[in-house]
C-alpha cells in the first residue's frame, strides 16, 4: 500500500488528543488537483463544520498554479465538501453535537488508486498543562533512546 502525501496537520497532534480516525474523499475542481499534484496545500488551520447536513473542509489552502485560468479558479480558502458514508456523518455529527468534540483533518494524499484522500480525526481539544506534558514525556523519551544507542 503506497500512498503519496500531499500535506499533513502536524499541529493538530499538538493542539488536540486524537480520538479516532477517518478516511473521506474530497470534492475538487480539475485545476485543484493539479495543483495537489504539485504539493501546493497547506492545511495549517483547517477544520471540518457541518454545513446543512454535509461535513466541509474549512480554511484549506490550495494555492493556484500559473496556468490556472483566473476567471473560473474560486477563492484558495474556500470550503470543500468531503465525501463519507450518510452512517458515517451521522456518528460524527452526534459526536460534535454531543460530546463537544472537534473534527479536524491530519493529511491531505492519493491513496494506491490515485483518488484524493484526506485523513479526519476526531479530536479532544488540550489545554496548556496537557501539552507541556506531552512534551515533557516525548523529551524523555528520546533521551531514553540516545542514553540506549550510546551504551550499544
Known amino acids: 500500500m503506497s500512498i503519496n502525501i500531499i500535506a499533513k496537520n502536524k499541529k493538530a497532534y499538538h493542539d488536540y488528543e486524537i480520538l479516532e480516525k477517518h478516511e ?3 470534492v475538487l475542481q480539475g485545476y485543484e488537483v493539479k495543483a495537489l499534484r504539485a504539493k501546493r496545500a497547506n492545511l495549517n488551520d483547517a477544520f471540518c463544520r457541518f454545513i446543512k447536513g454535509e461535513l466541509h473542509l474549512m480554511n484549506t489552502h490550495i494555492a493556484h498554479l500559473d496556468t490556472t485560468n483566473t476567471n473560473f479558479a474560486r477563492d484558495t ?3 470543500r465538501k468531503l465525501l463519507l458514508h450518510k452512517k458515517e456523518l451521522d456518528k460524527l455529527y452526534e459526536k460534535v453535537q454531543k460530546d ?3 473534527i479536524v483533518p491530519l493529511m491531505l494524499y492519493f491513496n494506491e488508486r ?4 484526506v485523513s479526519i480525526a476526531v479530536a479532544k481539544g488540550k489545554q496548556l498543562h496537557d501539552k507541556r506534558e506531552t512534551l515533557k514525556r516525548r523529551t524523555q523519551l528520546r ?10
Open 24 to 26: 473521506a474523499g474530497i
Open 77 to 79: 480558502r474556500s470550503p
Open 100 to 102: 463537544g468534540l472537534t
Open 114 to 117: 490515485n483518488y484524493m484522500k
Open 143 to 152: 533521551e531514553a533512546q540516545q542514553a540506549m544507542k550510546n551504551y550499544k
